[in-house]
């Protein structure tokens, strides 16, 4: 039996401590909000904060975490500025990568409020969307730092 | 408007299952409230389409899979605007599977696909709110005992000649004893909520983790299943040694199966680790030679040699003959994955008298027959829940119904909850892939620079030989989705000869987003381009020239040159490239500004897209396909490649299959082209032409014109050295 602090509560699991963090918090935690995409560390759609640093919880043994505080896109209050700038822009599509977007954009603006256009590549470029929403991403990161959006996204 | 007004109506007819509630009680909620709460509070269903509670919420049942297109608002979107509801109280549920919830325009069967969801059910959710609209106001006139003819419906409330008001909820009970009208009159005047930008209802869900993916389903008892799969296309087990996964805590079963061996454990990282511990040896069939390779010699040959004839104008052979200045251009088009975000799974619950499904398909109906002819079961006994779809783009539209058909063989094997979940190398090398593709165009031109004579043969797999779909879909050889975009082509061309070529072989193929499309305006644009250049025209100018009697196409060519500031200068390290391209009833021009870096990596710095998809029914929607489209189609055209060695898939993930990421992403401004034609469709038309716009685009940059995709630096750099 393992315990985890997982947004803001503790919780327990009967798993091995080489189980990745993402199948313990889908499969035994019921926290499905975290999405499995390639299991290497290469989509970021399992983005999670461990201490408020985003991490790839598809490659993240359980182990290490133990003692740590665990934030999942469930964890992320609906009125985050990260979350209203993502209805604002209308970012979603099929939906399935955004958990995961949005945990990187918070722990991106926790970092740096005002983040210019190479800082959002930075940040961002670990998180795949197959439908395209980058711009809108952008764009939802730009406003969510106060910043009002720039149409079309990037800058030239 | 296209669609059967008859079965329109027919659909209309009350039936007695659908009112009593047994509708409702049957069907699964994709989030939030629970199945009770949900059956209490509605009352008024007049049709299959709509729930009314007594509360004024109104329910749309939408019959198309959400997975990314905006189905779950644009469909309701249809139904509140004839209703006259108020909006904040429209909410959506997905539909089971039922007769009802076919499409509209294919055939009997419930499928998304085609870019078809608003071209199909634009009339029949239309009736279907008018209907619901003319029983509320009837209701109203009863109990006002006035003509219903002097009442009028507005934002959720019927009001009367003297200005009373009353809310739909309030009028549920009376309007549920009325007839249901049959033919039902649409609204007159301006639409209120049709054409404004309008917030996607399924948004909050989403980006809360709340919403449901056939992935996150979870069932008491459930266990998960991953499977080991031959290494090559129709492999068969030959040895199993499985000791040392059923050693394994958490594996509670191991079992050979159609797909290859099932590893069925507690949870799905038990169920991996036991995977890697089999010890399996496999007979490699006729298929564990093929080598991409070998299939491009193949087809190279086959293109030399006449094909099936799917258009002629003219004598095109006889002209290119005679001609003595002609370009011969060769076209080399790769198999692709679909990579959907979500790798494909599928739960099932098997029971002895009944069976429930949930995922998320975009083929319900061949899906629900396949499960039952193989557990024997009636179709009506199975269950099928359509989950959010995390990404479909075809792919889980697959007539074979490979992901859902697997997880019922291991269903009947257990008799207990099952998921079986794909890792992403088992969703990448499992198969189904957009076709290779070859393609061979000898053209020339007339005195003034035009085209005189274009020879084009085709040769890919057929996506429909073998399919339920073969006999609509194939004439006389001819698969459609095949040379769609090319035999079907709308430029003046007055010898035009479009040949195919359908070898088969064992890789599994399916439409891809955007289908033949996303071959053919490669091929069409590119030459086109060439073309331009060889006759000495300014290549936009060109086309619009060449689209004379196609008004439509020159409005959108125009507009996206315009917007893009055709002619006006770049700086040298920028090139400009143009592609328009019709699919789905949509018309689709892009311009796209590359660069390049000294690696050979083509940069693509902005893309303006113009769109004419007809009448509008969320314009923020349309935008978003086009940016979608325009992504997705990116990826493949700089990245995109499956290929095959020894039989086997060479790519595994996203670092061998790699997608287009935010630094990558091109600022896209989207403008929509005004129209009062019969909607199109949005999903896939904004995929085709952004390859040959990038390729037309680094031409003109570079002067190096190429012709094989995926555009990696290593073809850029050879092209530039050849030039």
């Known amino acids: 039996m393992i315990d985890l602090n997982v947004n803001g509560s503790r919780l327990q699991a009967e798993v091995g401590k080489d189980t990745p963090l993402l199948w313990v918090l889908r499969d035994h935690l019921k926290l499905t909000g975290t999405k499995f995409g390639c299991g290497e560390g290469l989509c970021g759609a399992c983005t999670v904060l461990i201490d408020g640093k985003p991490q790839r919880a598809c490659i993240t043994p359980v182990g290490d975490v133990l003692g740590a505080t665990i934030t999942t896109i469930e964890g992320i209050p609906e009125n985050h500025p990260v979350k209203q700038a993502w209805l604002a822009q209308e970012v979603s599509q099929c939906g399935y990568c955004q958990p995961g977007q949005v945990v990187s954009a918070v722990a991106l603006l926790a970092q740096k409020p005002k983040p210019n256009d190479a800082d959002i590549d930075r940040a961002m470029s670990g998180n795949l969307c197959r439908c395209g929403t980058y711009g809108r991403i952008r764009r939802a990161i730009h406003v969510a730092s106060g910043k009002p959006a720039a149409k079309g996204g990037k800058k030239s | ?723």
């Not at chain 2, 809360?208 to 056939?214: E, I, T, V």
């Not at chain 2, 790769?334 to 799974?345: G, I, Q, R, V």
């Not at chain 2, 099928?384 to 792919?395: A, P």
């Not at chain 2, 086109?528 to 409005?555: F, I, M, S, V, W």
């Open chain 2, 1 to 723: 408007m296209t669609g059967d007004a008859n079965m329109t109506r027919r659909q209309f007819i009350k039936t007695s299952a659908l009112v009593s509630g047994g509708l409702v009680l049957a069907c699964h909620l994709p989030f939030g409230r629970s199945t009770a709460e949900a059956a209490a509070q509605e009352l008024f269903s007049p049709n299959a389409y709509l729930r009314i509670g007594r509360d004024g919420s109104v329910t749309v049942i939408v019959n198309k899979s959400e997975m990314g297109q905006g189905v779950y608002t644009s469909l309701p979107m249809l139904v509140a605007e004839e209703l006259c509801c108020n909006w904040q109280k429209v909410t959506f549920r997905a539909s089971p599977v039922a007769k009802e919830y076919n499409h509209a325009l294919f055939g009997p069967i419930m499928v998304t696909g085609g870019s078809s969801s608003v071209r199909s059910e634009w009339q029949r959710l239309s009736l279907a709110g008018a209907a619901a609209r003319e029983m509320l106001v009837t209701a109203a006139a009863q109990q006002w005992q006035v003509d219903p003819g002097s009442c009028r419906a507005e934002n959720g409330f019927v009001i009367s000649p003297g200005g009373a008001r009353l809310s739909y909820g309030k009028l549920v009970d009376r309007a549920a004893q009325l007839p249901v009208p049959q033919t039902p009159k649409l609204k007159s005047g301006k639409p209120k909520l049709l054409g404004r930008p309008t917030k996607r209802l399924d948004s909050p869900a989403k980006i809360n983790g709340r919403a449901l993916f056939g992935i996150d389903v979870q069932a008491p008892g459930m266990l998960t299943a991953v499977i080991a799969r031959p290494p090559v296309f129709g492999g068969k087990l030959i040895t199993l040694n499985a000791d040392k996964a059923r050693a394994l805590p958490g594996v509670r079963h191991v079992l050979s199966v159609e797909a290859g061996v099932a590893v069925v454990a507690d949870d799905y990282w038990q169920a991996l680790k036991g995977r890697e511990l089999l010890e399996i040896s496999w007979d490699e069939g006729k298929w564990g030679s093929i080598s991409t390779e070998t299939m491009h010699q193949e087809y190279a040959a086959l293109a030399r040699t006449p094909g099936l004839i799917a258009r002629q104008e003219g004598d095109a052979a006889t002209v290119l003959a005679k001609h003595p200045e002609k370009i011969t251009a060769l076209f080399e088009l790769p198999y692709l994955a679909h990579a959907t975000m979500e790798p494909l799974n599928c739960f099932v619950d098997l029971r002895k008298e009944s069976c429930l499904i949930r995922t998320g398909s975009q083929m319900q109906t061949i899906d629900r027959e396949a499960a039952a002819r193989l557990t024997g079961l009636k179709p009506e006994q199975i269950e099928f829940e359509t989950t959010f779809l995390g990404g479909g783009f075809g792919r889980r539209a697959c007539p074979a119904s490979d992901f859902v058909k697997e997880a019922v063989q291991v269903a009947m094997a257990l008799r207990q909850p099952v998921k079986v979940i794909r890792s992403r190398e088992d969703d990448m090398r499992a198969g189904y892939y957009r076709p290779m593709w070859y393609n061979r165009v000898e053209a020339c031109l007339d005195n003034k620079g035009y085209p005189l004579a274009w020879h084009h043969r085709i040769v890919g797999q057929s996506i429909i030989t073998g399919t339920p779909f073969e006999s609509a879909m194939i004439k006389e050889g001819i698969d459609h989705t095949s040379v769609e975009g090319a035999a079907d082509t709308p430029y003046r061309i007055p010898n035009l000869q479009v040949e195919l070529h359908s070898p088969a072989n064992g890789v599994p193929v399916l439409w891809w987003r955007s289908v033949g499309h996303s071959h053919t305006a490669f091929v069409m644009e590119s030459v086109l381009d060439e073309l331009a250049h060889q006759g000495g025209h300014d290549p936009y100018r060109y086309r619009r020239t060449l689209l004379a009697g196609h008004p439509r196409h020159q409005k959108v060519l125009q507009t996206a040159a315009e917007k893009a500031g055709w002619g006006k200068p770049l700086p040298a390290w920028r090139g400009r490239g143009i592609a328009i391209h019709e699919s789905f009833g949509s018309i689709i021009a892009q311009v796209a500004e590359v660069l390049l870096d000294k690696s050979g990596a083509i940069k693509v710095h902005r893309v303006v897209c113009a769109v004419d998809c007809g009448r509008i029914v969320n314009p923020d929607t349309i935008k978003a396909q086009m940016e979608s489209g325009i992504i997705f189609g990116l990826s493949a055209a700089l990245y995109g490649a499956i290929t095959f060695k020894n039989g086997r898939v060479e790519q595994g993930n996203f670092d061998s299959y790699p997608l287009i990421r935010m630094a990558a992403a091109p600022r896209i401004e989207v403008h929509i082209v005004a129209s009062n034609e019969d909607p199109g469709g949005v999903g896939e038309p904004g995929v085709p032409p952004i390859a040959p716009a990038v390729a037309n685009a680094l031409f003109n940059l570079s002067g190096a014109r190429l012709r094989s995709l995926p555009m990696t630096p290593d073809k850029v750099k050879a092209a530039l050295d050849k030039g």
